[in-house]
């Protein structure tokens, strides 16, 4: 049983230790919903490629998925303006919104559109190879090192822009380069575990790291034990009774984040 969770546990892990860190500068920026629209972008690219012949697994469906979040990349980079009429997190859900929409007007016409669907919102981490595993390591071990170099904008973009720009930072281009990076995460997050899974990985960690520190690396420890936790009782439970792997996770951060925020208003209510 061990060895037959080995995978899939250690993929977990890798969504967990990359997502955690985006979801911070997500959270950060106000645009919550992001992943998901890059998300519902990429799985739009897969489905149109479904449609062009292609196999759910073959390397031409990966770059449909990998164009379309480019597409959204170069989209919200730029539309965020530094005296916003529309909050950019308005545009990114007419952007979901649409995509989601064009995704299934395409599945209509698809061969098992009802199994893809179902494949794009929760995934099979279960059954993920160690090939993939490892060749999602690769590139977010990229990702990671390319954030790192780059760290200065990125983080002042993210938690001082007024302070970017009278740096002179050229906003769009550095923006550009965030959503492009974290569009090669999504792309590769969603063919492993789904839409909901790879969300859930972003947000709850890092959300919930709010309530214990301020400091990103602090939030990140914290995140990674979240995710952690999330992914064992997931994993656990999917086994325990024949549940669908993505759906059980998504649940299992679900559980923690209620019981947290349930747990910290109680504190606080006995405190005063």
């Known amino acids: ?5 080995f995978w899939p546990l250690l993929a977990c892990l890798i969504l967990t230790g990359m997502h955690t860190y985006l979801g ?6 106000g645009v919550i919903f992001v992943d998901l629209a890059l998300a519902q972008l990429a799985a739009l690219g897969s489905t149109i490629a479904l449609l062009f012949g292609y196999d759910l697994h073959d390397p031409a469906t990966y770059f449909f998925s990998l164009g379309m979040t480019f597409v959204g990349a170069g989209f919200f980079a730029v539309s ?8 950019q997190e308005a545009i990114i859900g007419v952007t979901y919104a649409v995509s989601a929409a064009a995704a299934l007007i395409a599945l209509d016409q698809a061969p098992g559109g009802a199994e893809h669907i179902r494949s794009l919102l929760v995934g099979n981490i279960l059954t993920v190879s160690s090939a993939e595993v490892i060749k999602t390591a690769l590139l977010y071990l990229g990702v990671g090192l390319a954030h790192y170099l780059y760290r ?3 983080i002042a973009l993210s938690f001082d822009f007024e302070g970017a720009v009278s740096l002179a930072y050229r906003v769009r281009a550095w923006d550009f380069f965030f959503y492009v990076t974290f569009g090669l995460v999504v792309t590769s997050s969603v063919a492993l575990g789904g839409v909901l899974l790879v969300f859930s990985y972003l947000i709850v960690p890092a959300l919930l790291s709010l309530l214990f520190s301020e400091k990103i690396l ?3 420890a914290i ?11 997931g994993l656990y439970g999917s086994v325990l009774w024949d549940a ?3 759906a059980s996770i998504v649940c299992a951060f ?5 019981l947290t925020i349930i747990t910290q208003w109680l504190r606080k209510a006995a405190l005063n």
């Open 80 to 87: 965020r303006q530094r005296h916003e009429v529309i909050p």
């Open 223 to 233: 995140g990674w034990g979240i995710g952690l936790l999330a992914s064992l009782l």
């Open 24 to 29: 911070i500068h997500v959270i950060r920026r």
């Open 244 to 246: 669908p792997t993505g």
């Open 152 to 154: 200065k904008p990125m």
């Open 1 to 5: 049983m061990i060895a037959f969770l």
């Open 254 to 258: 679900g559980f923690i984040f209620f």
């Open 218 to 220: 602090h939030r990140m």
